[in-house]
């Protein structure tokens, strides 16, 4: 299984992006979809999640501006982002959970100038 994430790239603050991550082939088992980020120097960190059933959670950071759904037909996820900020420059990766482990893509650049 193979996830291809797009939309990532260069927005002033204030801006929107929308983020899609695609899934290759329908995943046995799986539990949910999320979306993380890695920052210059920083450590990757979850953004948003959604489960199977539906169930989000949001880092605080990006609570009330972002938004993760998913569409389980077409085995994809996305992250509407909003009020971007500089703070939200980043590689975002997208990761399906699954009972077998977990997929990861290969990240999509944000950029936010300021």
């Known amino acids: 299984v193979q996830l291809q994430a797009s939309g990532g790239g260069l927005v002033q603050a204030g801006g929107s992006l929308r983020l899609s991550c695609a899934a290759s082939?329908?995943?046995?088992?799986?539990?949910?979809m999320g979306w993380y980020r890695q920052a210059p120097g920083k450590q990757r960190e979850l953004v948003a999640g959604?489960?199977?059933?539906?169930?989000?959670n949001y880092a605080a950071s990006v609570k009330d501006r972002f938004t993760i759904s998913r569409d389980g037909a077409k085995n994809t996820v996305y992250l509407q982002m909003n009020s971007l900020k500089p703070e939200d420059t980043a590689v975002y990766y997208c990761?399906?959970?699954?009972?077998?482990?977990?997929?990861w893509g290969r990240g999509t650049l944000v950029t936010v100038s300021s």
């Open positions: 990761k399906a959970a699954a009972v077998a482990g977990d997929y």
């Open positions: 082939e329908r995943i046995f088992s799986i539990v949910g």
């Open positions: 959604i489960s199977t059933g539906g169930i989000t």
